[in-house]
């Protein structure tokens, strides 16, 4: 409950212009947000940039927050969708990037970064589907620890169990996966 309030005090204080709300507001969830920025731009640079620009929208938009939800979630969405506009960018603008190969007009490579892109978005999915198999308390750790990067003693804190409950799901939640995709591979190759 203090930790609510606290917040709260700070965000009334980004919504009032002061300039130490907002810092405690940016350093309260830097790392975090960084870490989720990292998972979509590889670059350390872009990355950081991508954090600043998603922040200058969290500070725009606060005003809309009605602390009926997760405040946290909330930045992560802006954030995570700041990540992404910066990609949809970056591929509309083709001038902007560094990579002298992203020029090359060859229509092999072209070919191969199209088989590439079909087999990555593929792996996803399967991916994707083998995860919602899980249960849902297995699911919800395996989420937390390996896309959100939590730590277990943050999983533990956030769904209320021992850090040692969450290394024993996570562990099972792998040791599931593994299954359900050696399943799904098997049943491919039929």
Not at 14 to 37: P, T, W
Not at 82 to 90: L, P, V, Y
Not at 142 to 161: C, G, M, P
Request: with cysteine; aromatic share 8%.
């Amino acid at each position: 409950m203090k930790d609510i309030e606290k917040l709260k005090e700070i965000v009334n204080g980004c919504l009032n212009d002061d300039r130490r709300s907002q810092e405690a507001l940016f350093k309260m969830f830097y790392g975090k947000m960084l870490a989720v920025c990292s998972r979509y731009i590889s670059d350390p640079d872009t990355a950081q940039e991508v954090l600043q620009q998603g922040f200058i929208k969290v500070f725009d938009k606060l005003e809309v927050f009605d602390f009926k939800g997760s405040f946290e979630g909330w930045v992560r969405r802006i954030i995570v969708n700041t990540a992404i506009d910066s990609i949809r960018k970056a591929k509309r603008a083709p001038l902007l990037k560094d990579k002298d190969t992203d020029f090359k007009m060859d229509s092999t490579d072209e070919l191969e970064e199209s088989e590439a892109l079909e087999l990555t978005e593929l792996k996803a999915s399967i991916a994707l589907k083998a995860i919602e198999k899980l249960s849902p308390g297995y699911r919800t750790v395996f989420n937390l620890f390996v896309i959100e990067d939590y730590s277990h003693k943050e999983i533990a804190e956030i769904l209320n169990i021992s850090e040692g409950t969450s290394k024993s799901n996570l562990s099972k939640a792998k040791l599931n996966l593994k299954k359900i995709l050696t399943e799904e591979f098997s049943n491919l190759e039929e």
